[in-house]
């Protein structure tokens, strides 16, 4: 809308000028009289307050829509982006699981009991707001386990966390992506003193509604690419299940943001979800950046959209509602060039030499107003379309 506008002012005045001296030079008697009558009719006809509604009511109203249906635009030209995606990226953790995992099973190094490494683990873990920490303190809990306070902890995003417990450095890390191949589910590994104390292995259900909305969204011709930080043998027993064909495991932050960047420089336009704190970079770097209700702060902020329900379904009613948008959009753009190519000359007279028809500007505001009302009620409908569950 702001490119038309650019051009179609400006024609709209040469429009008027030229109309004003030609009739001038060759308009019937009094000459000044038809003159303004018909520059006037030029005017008002072609007020661009239809090509001024034909977006940003849309645009309004389809921001509204996705609120009722708990999805939040951050910006209007989110809508537009979103509509002319090509390529979703999604994070697993938090966004097709539910980002709730639990300590299924712990592996102590010989010289260790269980009980002793879920101790320095929550030790580490406590000043943490990451899943994984609160996986490991609740197991902790219900053990009866009192974990001791910890000295300069340091998060290292991608990777895990460091602190001092009882005077030892205690580092909590994700294993290597092709350790033990045959656990499937996130294996973290606890090292004290520079030795390796033992494993833990947590699992993360699916979102119930994943499985159908990657069908969904797959369905709507988007090229599904799943990023994601875990360990390979858990990233491929999701992407098999949700019949996602590209996946990426072991990805740090910076990694996932380079998966977009190379999407982009391809020529795609990329979405990404995710709901971490791993996951801003990503978001920020992508073309409409999509961040889970339940996600952490710093997600929220980078993100352009957030699911405030954190629904996966809500992300394709977002997609489709972007769709609705763009094409009522597209829709009030030709009506309202459709009906100045009509009047414009009519109102600059130029069928007065053959019809007699000269247009008073009053018929010409009456036009510009129900043109008005034609885009502004295609632009309300926008609030009855249908997205789905939710909606």
Known sequence: ADRVAQWFVPTVGAIAVITFFAWILLGPQPVLIHALVSTMAVLVISCPCTLGLATPVAVVTGVG???????????????????????????????????????????????????????????????????????????????GIRWEACENFRALPGHGVKALVAGREVELRKADSNSEP???????????????????????ELRPEAKQAVQELQALGLRIVLLSGDRLPAVTAVARHLRIDEFHAGLSPAAKQDQVASLRAEGMRVVFAGDGINDAPALAAADVGVAMGSGTGIALASSSMVLMHADLQALTRAVRLSRHTLRIIHQNLFWAFFYNALCIPLAAGAFYPLFGWQLSPMVAGAAMCLSSLCVVTNALRLRRVKLGDRS
Do not use: M
């Open 65 to 143: 829509r996705g609120a009722r249906a708990g999805i939040l635009f951050k910006d209007a030209e989110c809508l537009e982006r979103l509509s002319k995606a090509q390529v979703l990226c999604i994070d697993k953790t938090g966004t097709l699981t539910q980002g709730r995992p639990r300590v299924t099973a712990l592996y102590p190094e010989p010289g260790f009991t269980e009980n002793e490494l879920l101790l320095l683990a929550a030790s580490v873990e406590a000043p943490s707001e990451h899943p994984v920490a609160r996986a490991i303190l609740a197991e902790a809990t219900e053990r």
């Open 182 to 204: 045959q656990l499937i589910g996130t294996l973290v590994e606890l090292h004290a003193g520079g030795g390796l104390v033992g494993r833990l292995l947590l699992d993360d």
